[in-house]
Structure formats: structure tokens, C-alpha cells
């Protein structure tokens, strides 16, 4: 039965960068808190894929690093000690008569709540390959689909293939450390942010569009040059190149959670105002969130985990009246 086990007021599946902001707000409503990560390790994708990109749009923050702003995050969250699970992907809900749910994970491990709070991203990532024949060869090499150490492509030409707010990013980021950085991009206009898209176009990366990479050609795994396709009139050209960069996206999947019978639209979960999905008791936040007017910046995140935590709250107290809470007039002593 629930009652042998230790049962958490909230469980937060996920520790990225919203799930940690969650947990953190979750202790100052002194709720008991688990967070529960896929992962060997919290932060989610940020320090995964973006460990240097410099994020601008968190307000009082005017610039800080991927990694940097993960390990503030772990330390907010770790300020009411939360339990902290890793490693596990949460895989069946199901819900007692008392009202407890019970999570089991793919390791067999159970987890006993009164409330849930997803906050899991878009699920699984896995970067979209670039989708040439002799392209796996070059990957353990020059072929990248993430950028780690900017550092490391000091001085070299690199080839960036996407026009998302990632690819272009990563052209600004780059473009005073390489010696040359090109993008190509399959179409004509940019999907990205127009101010980071300007950015680019005024400086010194040199923007080829309509173009795709059409053939790699090296030796002992090492890319030496790219072959270069315009998509409308079908022309092409060899460039020589030290990296290739891809970011085309990623193949998402949520995993078991889609079949817990939540409503669901666009491979994302549907809520309401408070967060609440079609399950009384479950939350969704940050990008799984589906709902009207939604923001897709880790800063919109930052909102709807206090909204979840509170209505969280008044679902395991629904008769209580819930005050407003800041930090700034929370006693952190001891």
C-alpha cells in the first residue's frame, strides 16, 4: 500500500532548466519535492548540446553561458534539498484509490505522489543527421552536431548547414574566433530571430542561401572539402573546410508518457491556466506545455513552474487560502 512508502507532495519529472527552476519554487511553498531525470546528470539539454552559447533573453541576466547558467540553476534548486533521482525515464502512471499516484520508472523503481509536474522538454533528443551517405564516416572526426568548446575551432574555416536560431547562433558566437565561418541555409529566408539574424548578415560569415551540402570528401575520416548545391537553379561549388557543424533539428520523442491519456496536440501535452493537464493532479511546464499564446523561452518556463506548484498545492489542499510568495521576503535562515 501507498502508506508503506514515502509518499512526495510534488514529483518533478525532468531537471532541466525549467524542471530545476520548479523545484526550487516548490520548496519555498515547503512542499517535498522529488525531481526525477532521465539523464546521468541534471541541466538537461543546455549543458548537453549548448554548454557555450550565451543566453540573452533571461531579464537581469544580460548575458550568461549554457553551462554557467545550469550550475546556478542546480544550486537554486538544491536549496531545499529535493530528492534527486537520475538516470531513471519514468515510464507508467497510475493513480490509487486514496488519490496517491504511483510512478513506476524503466528500472522497475516506484515513486509515490500526490502531484506531478512534467517538465520534460520535448522528450528524448536526438540530432537530425545530415543525410549524405558518406557522412557517418566524418563524425568521430570534423562532423559535429553540437558545438562543446568554442575554443576548439579557433583559427580553422567552418561550415555551418541550418538557419535556425541554433545555426545562427552559433555563426555569431564563431565568427570572431574562426578564421572563416560560411552557412548555408536550404532557403531563402531565416526562421531565427531577427536581431541575431541581422547580426549575421552584417558581419563577416559568409551567408549562402539557397544552399545544402551536397557531398563530403576527405581522408582517413577527416573532411577536407564540401560540395555546395544551390537548391533553386541546381548550380554547385567546392569549398575547403576544417569542421562542418549540422544543426537540422531534432528527432523528439516523449516517450511512454504520451500513452498516459493525457489530451494531446502537436506531440505536446494540452493545459489550462494553471497548468493543469487533462489529469487533475498532473502539471506540464516548459516546452511540453501546450496552450494558447505560449512563449518557447526558457524565461516563459520560468513562469508557468510557480504556476504548477501552486495550483499543485491547492490540489492536495484545495480548502486553503494560497497566499503570494516571493523570495524576497522568504526566511532562508536556519
Known sequence: MPGKHEIYDVTIIGGGPVGLFTAFYSGMREMKTKIIEFLPFLGGKVPYFYPEK???????????????????????????????????????????????????????????????????????????????????????????????????????????????????????????????????????????????????????????IPYIIDRLRGNNGVIQTAGLKNTQTGETEEVEIDAVIVNHGFEIALGPIAEWGMKMKDSTIVVDGEMATSIPGVYAVGDIANYKNKLPLIAGGFNEGPIAVNSAKLHIHPEAKLAHLYSTNYDFSD
Open 54 to 208: 550565451i543566453i540573452r533573453d533571461i531579464g537581469g541576466i544580460a548575458s550568461v553561458s549554457g553551462e554557467k547558467l545550469t550550475d546556478q540553476l542546480i544550486e537554486q534548486a538544491m536549496t531545499f534539498n529535493p530528492e534527486v533521482v537520475l538516470g531513471e525515464q519514468c515510464q507508467h502512471l497510475e493513480k490509487t484509490e486514496d488519490g496517491i499516484f504511483i510512478l513506476t520508472s524503466d528500472n522497475g523503481a516506484r515513486h509515490y505522489t500526490r502531484t506531478v509536474i512534467l517538465a520534460t522538454g520535448f522528450g528524448t533528443l536526438k540530432s537530425v543527421k545530415l543525410d549524405l551517405p558518406e557522412a557517418e564516416q566524418f563524425e568521430e572526426k570534423n562532423l559535429h552536431y553540437t558545438i562543446r568548446r568554442l575554443e576548439s575551432y579557433r583559427g580553422k574555416h567552418v561550415l555551418i548547414s541550418g538557419g535556425g536560431n541554433s545555426a545562427v547562433d552559433w555563426a555569431n558566437e564563431l565568427e570572431s574566433i574562426a578564421d572563416q565561418v560560411t552557412l548555408v541555409y536550404r532557403k531563402t529566408q531565416f526562421p531565427g530571430l531577427e536581431s541575431n539574424v541581422s547580426q549575421m548578415k552584417n558581419s563577416s560569415v559568409h551567408v549562402k
